[in-house]
């Protein structure tokens, strides 16, 4: 199982990650994206949305360890330099 | 309806897009437009004038009320006027932007954009930044002793078309070839009447130099962009001539605005001393938010359109189907509402969120390249270079209302001797 967390500080509404895993991001009223059901679809699906995210606003992370599966452990890093940068 | 602008002065001082002050100096011009009509009726040109922040941003997520058709249904001569005689080589042109990714709507554009999204995600584009990072260095290392470069033209325009070259797999002695053709397509942006002349031989140009790439990639696909394009067409998403205008698309797209953002990002670190100093004392620590901040100061593009396809209320406005759109991401980045101190230049300024590569589903697909690009230039000029000093007292822009596009960039630095 795992855990998903969208930053919609970062959050453009560029919606690959609602084209990509629909079973688990949906848009909510301002259009950004929201998780539905983090177990709506198959891991590989949310871990392709969330690589696939443009402003890496999408993590991934396992449910039971909390170990972060997206961005990559060592990866993780260079993300929260880039924390509050775009719309 | 009668749309006609009585505030203050004349429609004509308003909506003068093209007017040699709003060319040169457009900040002043759309945030006082912004103060007094945000979604504003442009009576000269026809179409409406968006410049707040918010509802930019709200027309940016909602693609089904605004169409991207904006060349492919377009029935307008072109502006700046061309010489009748060339009007036929307008179709051309019309016809080769027709067919690309940015003039789509839903549901082509996802199916169109997913065969190179993933090309272009920020995970894969930083695989790529070490070897920006080189060519760089190359060319800083090449610049220096000299004392003098003009930016556009030594530094802005070699630099993006070497790495745009790289990501589509061409070989590197076809660099001038591409370099000539990526040249041409930037007639695009150009005021001249004749400049569907050279712009034509440009897209000419890089359809034949890409149909040889596309055939062999069709069949033996590499990791490449023109494999990632060409898959479109072996996946029936993309007809020949699609994969083909797209390489083009993305020869220009990563050309004309990484070109602008290394210009005016410069052109706002030799007016703001202060700020450079403060890059060139740690560019590891700021060259993030530094190209950040250039990007929302002055966008490489300062506006946007679309086609109302649905009828739409925007701040009291009625947007009706068939009527143009036009944002000014220029105005919408200095919206007091949403930066503090917008007219500020503060490359330590946290949250950005510019608009600057949009938002929505037609977010810049080349934005983490664009951002490594940005980044490894500032942060090789600060590493090596002092001060500069632009040599005219005033900087000329290409006569265009979508791109903000310095002319030529004469500077000058100091080199001990």
């Given at each position: ?61 396992d449910a039971e360890t909390g170990r972060s599966l997206f961005p990559p452990e060592g990866a993780a ?11 | ?297 002055d966008p490489p593009v300062k506006s946007t359109q679309r086609i109302v396809a649905r009828e739409a ?33 503060d490359i330590g300024r946290r949250p950005n969120p510019h608009l600057s590569f949009g938002s929505g ?57």
């Amino acid at each position: 199982m795992v855990r998903v967390e969208v930053d919609r500080g970062l959050c453009v509404g560029n919606a690959m990650c609602v084209a990509t895993a629909p079973g688990v991001f949906a848009h909510n009223e301002n259009r950004q994206s929201t998780v539905i059901d983090a177990g709506g679809d198959p891991a590989a699906l949310v871990l392709e949305a969330a690589a696939n995210c443009p402003v890496s606003a999408i993590r991934v992370l396992d449910a039971e360890t909390g170990r972060s599966l997206f961005p990559p452990e060592g990866a993780a890093r260079e993300a929260e330099a880039d924390e509050g940068m775009t719309p | 309806m009668p749309r006609t602008v009585r505030a203050t002065g004349s429609s004509a001082d308003v909506d003068d897009l093209f007017a040699e002050e709003v060319i040169a100096r457009p900040y002043a011009h759309f945030v006082r437009l912004r103060e007094r009509d945000p979604v504003h009726w442009n009576e000269k040109f026809g179409l409406w004038v968006v410049t707040g922040y918010d509802p930019v941003v709200w027309i940016l997520r909602h693609h089904e009320l605004f169409s991207s058709a904006v060349i492919r249904g377009a029935e307008r001569a072109p502006y700046p006027p061309v010489l009748p005689e060339d009007a036929p080589l307008f179709d051309e042109v019309r016809a080769f932007r027709a067919d690309q990714l940015v003039e789509q709507d839903r549901p082509e554009h996802l199916e169109q954009r997913r065969t190179v999204h993933s090309f272009f995600t920020p995970t894969a584009m930083e695989a790529w930044r070490p070897f920006v990072r080189r060519a760089v260095d190359e060319l800083l290392d090449e610049l220096w002793p000299r004392g003098r470069m003009n930016v556009v033209t030594d530094l802005a325009a070699p630099l993006p078309v070497r790495i745009i070259a790289r990501l589509m797999g061409v070989p590197r002695e076809d660099m001038d070839t591409l370099r000539g053709l990526a040249d041409s397509i930037l007639h695009l942006n150009r005021g001249e009447s004749d400049r569907l002349r050279p712009l034509t031989e440009g897209i000419r140009g890089i359809v034949e130099y890409a149909r040889p790439f596309v055939e062999e990639r069709i069949d033996d696909p590499g990791d490449d962009l023109i494999s990632a394009l060409a898959r479109g067409e072996a996946d029936g998403v993309f007809t020949r001539h699609q994969v083909l205008a797209n390489t083009g698309l993305m020869l220009f797209a990563g050309h004309e605005t990484t070109m602008n953002l290394i210009c005016n990002g410069l052109r706002a670190f030799i007016e703001h001393p202060a700020q450079w100093d403060r890059l060139r004392a740690d560019p590891d620590r700021f060259a993030r938010t530094a190209t950040e901040e250039c990007l929302r100061f002055d966008p490489p593009v300062k506006s946007t359109q679309r086609i109302v396809a649905r009828e739409a209320e925007l701040c009291g406005k009625t947007l009706s189907p068939g009527e143009r759109i036009r944002w000014i991401i220029a105005a919408a980045n200095r919206d007091p509402s949403v930066f503090q101190d917008p007219d500020r230049f503060d490359i330590g300024r946290r949250p950005n969120p510019h608009l600057s590569f949009g938002s929505g589903i037609h977010y810049c697909l080349g934005v983490a390249l664009a951002r490594i690009e940005g980044q490894e230039v500032f942060r090789g000029l600060a590493r090596r270079f002092g001060r500069f000093e632009l040599e005219p007292d005033e900087l000329r822009y290409q006569p265009s209302i979508q791109f903000r596009s310095i002319e030529s960039m004469p500077v000058t630095w100091s080199v001990p001797a």
